[in-house]
């Protein structure tokens, strides 16, 4: 069984699979934080800071909300990255 899935890493060793990805935000704003604590009720918050400050938080298309200590637009470069490498294998012009 292969998987082409390509992951994306949000630091610290942790990666979340790219394709899945619907959301990168920062974690300041008040609807942010209340998405975060219905998630942490809800079983589906995945903390992947290392017990560092929380910096970006990445939503997936399950609904699962995942922490991370790396900046929301670093980690939207590093996406946009790999979309651009992945558009290359399929047209190498």
């Known amino acids: ?15 979340v699979v790219a394709d899945r990805i619907v959301a ?4 300041s704003s008040a609807p942010m934080k209340r998405l975060r604590e ?4 809800n ?5 992947a800071t290392q017990g560092r ?3 970006s938080i990445i939503v997936t298309d399950s ?3 995942v922490l991370s200590a790396i900046q929301a637009e670093t980690i939207a470069q590093r996406l946009t ?3 651009f490498s992945k558009a290359e294998e399929k047209d190498p012009r």
Do not use: W, Y
């Open 81 to 83: 990255s790999d979309l």
């Open 1 to 15: 069984m292969e998987c082409r899935c390509k992951l994306l890493n949000i630091g610290f060793g942790n990666s």
């Open 24 to 27: 990168i935000v920062n974690p």
């Open 38 to 41: 219905e998630a942490k009720q």
């Open 63 to 65: 609904n699962h909300v």
């Open 43 to 47: 079983s589906r918050l995945i903390d």
């Open 53 to 55: 400050r929380t910096r």
